[in-house]
């Protein structure tokens, strides 16, 4: 059972920046994709970012240029820089991961960044 932890959230200010940190119980080699989702209430989980096979990132429009996903391989982690925050990136961050291009995601149990204005 892969396990994922994530660390980081909070309460931020407009303009402010945050790092989310998602560490994996396998290894990141065995890893196909690697992201965060934001899921506010009464909406469906959406794509922030991801990394695929280690090499290519996928941006959400909204967050391109202001969020930057990155991993650290040796500590099996993937992090997530939010920058340039504003009120609307307030939502739960959900790390996820997919060990092949078929596989089930595995969720971790998300992280809360408040952005106030």
């Known amino acids: 059972q892969v396990q994922l932890v994530e660390s980081g959230g909070g309460l931020v200010q407009a303009g402010g920046s945050l790092r989310l940190s998602c560490a994996a119980s396998?290894?990141?080699?065995?890893?196909?994709?690697m992201g965060w989702y934001g899921q506010v209430p009464g909406k469906e989980r959406e794509l922030v970012a991801s990394?695929?096979?280690?090499?290519?990132?996928v941006y959400a429009d909204s967050v391109k240029g202001r969020f930057t996903i990155s991993r650290d391989t040796p500590k099996n982690t993937v992090y997530l820089r939010v920058g340039s925050l504003k009120p609307e990136d307030t939502t739960v961050y959900y790390c996820?991961?997919?060990?092949?291009?078929?596989?089930?995601?595995?969720w971790g149990q998300g992280t809360q960044v408040t952005v106030s204005s």
């Open positions: 996820s991961i997919t060990t092949g291009r078929s596989s089930p995601r595995t």
């Open positions: 990394i695929i096979s280690g090499v290519s990132a």
């Open positions: 396998i290894n990141i080699f065995r890893i196909y994709s």
